[in-house]
């Protein structure tokens, strides 16, 4: 009985064992995909094992899972863990395009946020003053001189002198405080549709070799082949696309990062057949040459040099599932990937026609995007509630203020919007500063979106500098960029520079407005105006000349005052002299400017910014303050 | 040694199944905790026993969750899985409040939605239009009368006519169709800030004899002794919200729940005290009282009557975490669910007061709310992938229509304004349609954003109806909303019907709007004006006589002219009398309207409606056409 009791007793325990162990991982596995599928934080794709498929096909189940090659959830980072991204941004286009990003990120985040920003002095200065007016609580803003980083990757041939921004991204753990462990690098033309602590939480999957985790290509790019004599950088299948990355910083620095891509990019160089450096063009088209690249431009990005790296030791990646990069280049393969899941998390618009790309999708990811070009910024002022998370010290000062404030007082709403610290957007277009002249002068002046249509005659009448405030919400900022776009004579001109100030509460901020567009201003003379006054197309001339005359520059304070007139009529051929403009008065064409001017004041307290500009007409020449730069009134 | 080494080998095997188990369930525990905290979806109180505690205290870990008390996660529903949803709606406000709602609701959604409408004849009006002309993709719509169901519910006190629209909660399962088994019920002043079907799926925690979920109350109103006699409906505890519920309709209607509410509720009102009913003013105030009430109304709740059942009937509640219904009444103890949270999941604006309601996290909520308050609805007309869920009918016949527009077509952005469907919220504001009178005149016009400064004094002149349309993005309509509700003189004014055409293009759709504006009219006459000219102070009861006089009524057709004055001058008197406007017309004060009207045409082509009406004074009488209704031309 015993040498068969107890086989038996020993055989139902073992059973039962294998039992409860299948049930364990039929339940944990079937459980996660489950999950998974709906697309829930700190979802993944279930295979963790670096997966190019030897043919170069994406997988049918992309971002898709078996139950058999599931593996349990790891938890999201804890509620008030600090996450850390790194972004390369350079000019006045890529800061609109990274403000837009960060509204995405912010919408969906959850957690402390502290941005690296590596960034040109153009874009230091815009995102400067932007992050400085925002004030979000628990998100802190670094900035690194990408000037000081270009000599690590100016060596590697690039047409372009922009070219060598996408290339900074090999250069960030060196650059990025050596206490840094981990980071998020983005692309800045990515938009988040979902909490990047679970990007974060995928840090948990690295395995001691992995310190890179990267979205396979979802472009036919390095596979060559595409026509006669392409022959991309090397890749390991499709290659893996780098506009989020997750990077193990410690590791790379451990490992010895910088000699290992210096020797790579060196060698592949070396080897590379001249070619395809003109390849390089139509990669950047078809979303394989990493950031986009202007027609006829040859670069080398840095997506080909981690692509490069990562063939030669495919232990450093981790594949990510690729809804945490869904790249919407043409011929893009994307759908393979979207059309399964229930859910996307990152949203990539790596070609150079961005939201004009075709793709039969498109609409739908371009209302994703539009959505968070159009959000009111102002809204993402809230703050973590639980995290000890305080805000700037501004807000806090700002918040105590309008504590003080009495419900009762009449004048609340007046009281309110001056402590109003409205975000400021400088030199929302591309623009480049004057040539520095002793007797220069900018015309500085503040609109809202009613008066847009000046915009190209005041271009007509004035051929110097122009620094203008526009009061706008972040959607009417976005028609304005439409309007100059779509205007030949505004898109010409590089010297007339665009502030935008971002609407909040309901009043017309006329002093803030006149105070940024002045302190944008970099000559030494300004001459203070009207939107709705056109100056005489000599005028710019004439005060250069006078100042010059006056010997103004000398020390000598004073203020010029312009005549201005005013006309009623629709049809007006502005008057090309001193003459004509007396004829025109004696004609009963024109006025001088009207004496009720103070009378109308009153209308500035209107709610919708009926302001008093209305009701002058449109051909009018008003008055010049020269002032030195630093006199400017406090608003 | 066989007696002692069978035990060993059974004890081995024992222990290490227990180890397992152990394993098993302290692995399961603390991954779901960790997931919970960061409120992934699917993410609930992990308690899901009623667990109404005895001393009334909501526990310290509501909607946390110690590792003990955890139970494994249960999936979303299927990707495709057709979710329902119920709401009732009456008047012009909640019919607003429905839509801001079903914004959030839609952007955060993955799955197809059928929306179940209770509605009055107002809302139901306002809702077709709406949905009809939104468009989303994969959102069915379903209305039922309210009317038909107020018998239902009218033998239950309520001094407030509006009072029954919120008890009607009560007979959904027998008004919605007997085949819907489940449905998640919403008052309208809740936002979404999280995906639907995360609600949805607890569903599946129901045990077989619950058959309502519901959320505790966040405030002490059901306690009952805020004061002296202060007698509330009888609930479990603090009783539960009723702002958000999950209903298993064929359980109920197995249950026989009609009899069992009417019983209960029958029950109650024969055993409260008088003093009770007065109570229940505070009750909505202390967000006790279910869906807001006015100062002074009397009302029987069906939050109270949901309690009350409860009360007699524990087993039949399931109580949902409390991060699904975060209460912002005054004095609320919301903030113990959310201080600990993460994640927000439905916001419920449960005070009287709103938006305005004292909290001191208030900015925080009423940022969520604002995001979809200005958030442009056309963005949500996306598509789901992978789902099949054919658009609208009319939304494929204009895709095909767009698809067969040529790029190089010099006009193709008119055409494409041409097919533009247009988001239209009729009576965006309350309305009284005007008495049916044979010869009334509703005065007919459209603007933007920029001339509702012309509203009050177009009140002023024209003391009859008047239909406007309005063309605005969905922030402009919450600016006009605080604009009307801030001037004393649009606000007095019950028979002037606003509707908002929502913008979309760059162009001003002039025709469309008028279209609106017109089909709107409810009289039998209509004076087609613009927007800019204002009306002889006699001119609505000089047209009403002299439609009369003329009887134009008996079937003759006639269009009359009005003629049309223009100054330029800024401060005008209005001209009483036809005498007073010959002597201005003699002094040279006022013109006849402008022969070179048509030469400014070319200006409506203008990107940011730069209308002709700019360019007239404010002081003119123009046309009258008059039509019968159904001959209004085709834009």
């Known amino acids: ?116 920003l590596v960034t040109d002095a153009v874009a230091r200065n815009i995102l400067e003053t932007l992050f400085h007016t925002w004030m979000v609580p628990a998100v802190r803003v670094s900035f690194y001189d990408a000037e000081e980083l ?50 974060w939480a995928l840090f948990a999957y690295f395995s001691d070799e992995q310190v890179i985790g990267l979205v396979e290509n979802q472009s036919d790019w390095y596979l060559g082949n595409l026509w006669r004599n392409h022959r991309p950088w090397p ?9 989020v990355i997750l990077l193990r910083l410690d590791r790379l620095r451990q490992a010895g990062w910088e000699q290992m891509w210096k020797l790579t990019a060196t060698q592949e160089l070396l080897t590379l057949p001249a070619t395809s450096l003109a390849d390089q063009v139509w990669g950047s088209l078809l979303g394989g040459g990493g950031q986009a690249q202007g027609q006829g431009e040859m670069a080398v990005s840095a997506q080909d040099i981690f692509n490069a790296i990562i063939k030669r030791h495919p232990g450093l990646v981790l594949p990510l599932p690729c809804i945490w990069n869904v790249q919407l280049s043409d011929h893009t393969l994307a759908e393979r990937c979207y059309s399964e899941a ?6 990539h618009w790596n070609s150079p026609k961005k939201l004009r790309v075709k793709n039969k999708h498109v609409e739908f990811f371009r209302n994703l995007h539009l959505t968070f070009l159009e959000y009111n910024g102002n809204l993402l002022r809230r703050e973590l509630f639980g995290c000890p998370s305080p805000p700037p010290p501004e807000a806090e000062q700002l918040q105590r203020a309008l504590a003080h404030l009495s419900e009762e007082d009449t004048c609340l709403e007046f ?29 500085v002046a503040q609109l809202s979106m009613d008066r847009l249509q000046m915009l190209e005659a005041l271009c007509r009448h004035w051929p110097g500098p122009m620094s203008l405030a526009l ?51 970099l000559t030494p003379y300004v001459f203070l105006s009207d939107i709705d006054l056109l100056p005489s197309y000599s005028l710019y001339d004439y005060l250069r000349a006078s100042i010059e005359q006056l010997e103004l520059g000398s020390g000598r304070k004073a203020a010029l005052v312009v005549p201005a007139f005013e006309t009623l009529h629709y049809h ?47 051909a009018a020449l008003k008055y010049l303050t020269a002032l030195q730069q630093p006199e400017a009134p406090q608003g």
């Open 150 to 199: 270009k000599p690590q990757v100016s060596w590697i041939p690039n047409k372009h002198y922009s070219g060598l921004y996408g290339l900074m991204k090999l250069v960030l753990p060196g650059a990025l405080p050596p206490a840094l462990a981990r980071v998020i690098v983005l692309d800045t033309d990515v938009t988040f549709a979902s909490d990047i602590a679970e990007l």
């Open 415 to 443: 009281r309110q919007q001056q402590l109003t610290v409205h975000r400021v957007h400088i030199t929302f277009l591309p623009h480049e500063p004057p040539p520095p002249r002793p007797h220069d002068v900018t015309l």
């Open 1 to 116: 009985m015993l040498p068969r009791g107890r086989p038996r007793a020993l055989g139902a325990a073992a059973l039962l064992l294998v039992l409860i162990l299948i049930g364990f991982f039929l339940f944990g596995g079937d459980l996660e995909c489950e999950r998974r599928e709906q697309g829930g934080p700190g979802s993944f794709r279930c295979s963790l094992t670096p997966r190019v498929p030897p043919d170069g096909d994406l997988p049918a189940d992309h971002g898709g899972c078996n139950r058999s090659d599931c593996v349990p959830l790891r938890p999201l980072p804890p509620k008030c863990e600090l996450l850390h991204v790194a972004m390369v941004c350079a000019g006045h286009n890529t800061s609109r395009d990274v403000i837009t990003l960060v509204k995405s990120m912010l919408f969906f985040r959850k957690n402390p946020l502290h941005l690296h």
């Open 342 to 347: 229930a859910d996307l998390k990152v949203i």
């Open 471 to 521: 009061y706008l919400t972040d959607a009417e900022a976005q028609q304005f960029l439409h309007f100059v776009e779509a205007s030949a004579v505004l898109s010409a001109r590089q010297d007339v520079a665009y502030h935008v100030v971002y609407r909040e509460g309901s009043l017309y901020p006329i002093n803030q407005l006149r105070n940024v567009a002045m302190a944008q201003a």
């Open 235 to 243: 890749a390991l299948g499709r290659g893996f696309n780098t506009g």
């Open 572 to 618: 007006f051929s502005f008057p090309n002299s001193k003459a004509e403009l007396l004829a025109l008065l004696d004609a009963g064409s024109l006025y001088t400017f009207r004496p009720t001017y103070r009378d109308c004041l009153q209308i500035l307290k209107d709610e919708f910014h009926q302001d008093l500009s209305r009701h002058y007409g449109a």
